[in-house]
């Protein structure tokens, strides 16, 4: 009883509204509930994957850093999509793409994070958990996605009203979570 107290006081002390606050919310307000497939950019021409690291070669074609390093290794000369003969085998970081794909990434957490809150409010304690499991994940994937669940609208009240549940293993998966936030 005591640490829902204190957490849900840290609730109301931490609910002050700052910028990122108020960058999440409206980010939060313009998504719809389905998550959004990555563009056809977004995929490296050589592996078909989102890439992670995209870098633009001499023929103006991008590919994801490791892949076209592979093909150059691998003896290749020619730019895999237009087989332009190549007099470099440099490459330049595609920036804009790379902010890009990170903005559809964080785009979709934000959709996922907001399920959470419909998942969490289930009777069934299997989706719960897993529910529970997922927010670990995302908290895990990048350090800002503990800001976003924590900032998350009712999700922390979500959290703290579970800790009393009647069910031990459930309380714990809780904690857990609280702690990976």
């Not at 959470?116 to 997922?134: I, M, N, P, Y």
């Amino acid at each position: 009883q005591h640490v829902i107290t204190v957490l849900s006081s840290a609730n109301a002390l931490g609910s002050a509204t700052t910028e990122r606050s108020q960058r999440y919310q409206e980010q939060r307000r313009s998504l719809d509930s389905d998550l959004i497939s990555p563009l056809q950019t977004f995929y490296c021409p050589i592996t078909q994957e989102v890439m992670e690291d995209p870098v633009e070669i001499e023929s103006g074609q991008t590919f994801e850093r490791s892949a076209i390093q592979r093909w150059f290794d691998d003896g290749n000369k020619v730019c895999p999509i237009t087989k332009m003969e190549l007099k470099t085998f440099t490459w330049r970081s595609n920036r804009l793409l790379k902010q890009s794909i990170e903005e559809w990434k964080d785009m979709n957490t934000n959709k996922k994070i907001m399920k959470f809150v419909v998942k969490l409010s289930s009777e069934d304690e299997e989706t719960v958990r897993k529910a529970l499991l997922e927010i670990q994940s995302v908290c895990e994937e990048n350090p800002k996605h503990k800001y976003w669940v924590a900032a998350a609208e009712g999700l922390i009240p979500l959290l703290v009203d579970l800790l009393g549940s009647s069910k031990r293993e459930l309380r714990k998966h809780v904690l857990v979570t609280l702690g990976a936030i």
